[in-house]
Nanobody
Framework: QVQLVESGGGLVQAGGSLRLSCAASGGTFSRYAMGWFRQAPGKEREFVAAISRSGVLTYYADSVKGRFTISRDNAKNTVYLQMNSLKPEDTAVFYC?????????????????????WGQGTQVTVSS
């Protein structure tokens, strides 16, 4: 059983920055590919970013490329999402997720079905 706890959300003006953290427990973190998703009010959950278990490969949704950076610290069992140049349309609940069965150390996925465990989410609100 893997537990994920997000933190770092909050209120920020457009153009500002936030760093989200997701702490994992109950498993071997270095074996998991990790992802970030978000869900805005009235919309479906969408992919944001993913990182392979080795940390070598990352992938981003087109809407956040150049603004967001995903990273991980396996010694701390934590994955991060650095968000810069935030826009009002980034407003959403952000979730981290763990894929316990990545195909290789360089594997990642943008598909929700690839992930086995999810955190409770952290609210990010961007005002103009």
């Amino acid at each position: 059983q893997v537990q994920l706890v997000e933190s770092g959300g909050g209120l920020v003006q457009a153009g500002g920055s936030l760093r989200l953290s997701c702490a994992a427990s109950g498993g071997t973190f270095s074996r998991y590919a990790m992802g970030w998703f978000r869900q805005a009010p009235g919309k479906e959950r969408e992919f944001v970013a993913a990182i392979s278990r080795s940390g070598v490969l990352t992938y981003y949704a087109d809407s956040v490329k150049g603004r967001f950076t995903i990273s991980r610290d396996n010694a701390k069992n934590t994955v991060y999402l650095q968000m810069n140049s935030l826009k009002p349309e980034d407003t959403a609940v952000f979730y981290c997720a763990a894929d316990l069965s990545p195909l290789s150390t360089s594997y990642y996925s943008a598909a929700e079905g690839s992930y086995d465990y999810w955190g409770q989410g952290t609210q990010v609100t961007v005002s103009s």
